[in-house]
C-alpha cells in the first residue's frame, strides 16, 4: 500500500514551494487543505480560519483531510500538512482534542517519516492567509514537533537551503 509523506513544519516556513518543487520533479503531490479552505472562509465572509473559529476550522480540515485520504494513490505521495497538524493547532490555543482525531490510524494512511520544515525568520512573511506573527509560528512549531513524536512518527527537519537541495535531501531519504 502506497502511504502519504507529510511536509509539515510552522506558517511561512516553505512548505507550499516545497511542494510544488516536488511535483514538477515529477512526485504526486496534494496541497495545503488549509489554505484552500482559509481562502474559501475569507471569500464568503465567513469565521472559520484558525485565527477566529480555530474549533469550526479543525473541524472543516479534518472533514477535507479525510475525503482526500479516503482518495486513492496509486504511489507514493507528498501532502502539505497532515491530520496531526490539526491537533497541534488545537494545543496551541489549549482547546480539547476530539476523541475522532485521537484515534484516527495515522499510520494507515501516512508515511511514519514526517518531514518537518524548521522555522526560517530570513524566509517568514505574512499575506492573508497567513497573518501569525513570527512569534505565533515558533509556538506552533513547538508543538507540531510535541505531537508528531507523541503519535510516534520519525521527524527528519529538512534543511534550510535552496529548494533543489531540500527535494535532494527528502530523495535520499525516501
Not at 9 to 29: D, F, R, W
Not at 76 to 103: C, M, Q, W
Amino acid at each position: 500500500m502506497y502511504k502519504r509523506y507529510i511536509i509539515t513544519g510552522a506558517p511561512g516556513t516553505g512548505k507550499t514551494s516545497l511542494i510544488h518543487t516536488l511535483q514538477e520533479n515529477g512526485y504526486s503531490c496534494f496541497e495545503e487543505i488549509s489554505r484552500k479552505t482559509i481562502i474559501h472562509q475569507q471569500k464568503t465572509k465567513s469565521n472559520k480560519t484558525p485565527w477566529e473559529d480555530l474549533r469550526g476550522f479543525a473541524d472543516l480540515i479534518y472533514q477535507q483531510t479525510i475525503k482526500e485520504l479516503e482518495s486513492i494513490i496509486l504511489e507514493n505521495a507528498f501532502v502539505d500538512r497532515g491530520l496531526p497538524d490539526i491537533i497541534a493547532y488545537l494545543k496551541t490555543k489549549s482547546h480539547s482534542i476530539p476523541e475522532h482525531i485521537l484515534k484516527f490510524p495515522f499510520k494507515t494512511y501516512y508515511s511514519p517519516t514526517v518531514f518537518l520544515l524548521p522555522l526560517w525568520k530570513e524566509i517568514y512573511v505574512n499575506d492573508p492567509q497567513r497573518p501569525q506573527s513570527y512569534t505565533e509560528a515558533e509556538h506552533i512549531h513547538y508543538y507540531l514537533t510535541e505531537v508528531y513524536l507523541s503519535l510516534g512518527f520519525t521527524i527528519k527537519i529538512v534543511p534550510k537551503t535552496t529548494l533543489t537541495k531540500r527535494v535532494d535531501f527528502i530523495r535520499s531519504i525516501i
